[in-house]
């Protein structure tokens, strides 16, 4: 298994046991719904899904969604068990972005 770690906030999570050859990057699933949400939005609404990311429905029924592990409850909390090391600035907070709730 792979360890990840993200490119903005540097927050590393996977396989505590993976060596630094085996670190892939990317967005944790914080920073998207800090970062991306508004793009996400715009992109759901392209593919034909409602613009739910990151509005607090746990309930979601888009399940062919390619946003849903970075917006469901239940899956964040997964990836925050998953963490390994939390850079000096980075918590992983997981909770609704002030652009999404106003």
């Not at 739910?52 to 068990?81: H, M, P, S, T, V």
């Not at 939390?86 to 992983?92: G, K, L, Y």
Request: hydrophobic letters at 35%.
């Amino acid at each position: 298994m792979l360890k990840y770690k993200c490119l903005l906030c540097g927050i590393e999570w996977g396989d505590p046991g993976a060596t630094e050859l085996d670190i892939s990057h990317g967005y944790c699933p914080a920073c998207i719904r800090k970062q991306y949400t508004s793009r996400i939005h715009r992109a759901q609404l392209e593919a034909g899904y409602s613009d739910c990311f990151n509005r607090g429905y746990n309930d979601c029924a888009e399940d062919g969604c390619c946003f849903r592990a970075a917006c469901q409850d239940e899956l964040i909390n997964g990836w925050k068990r998953a963490v390994i090391q939390r850079a000096a600035a980075a918590e992983p907070e997981g909770l609704i972005c002030e652009a999404a709730s106003a």
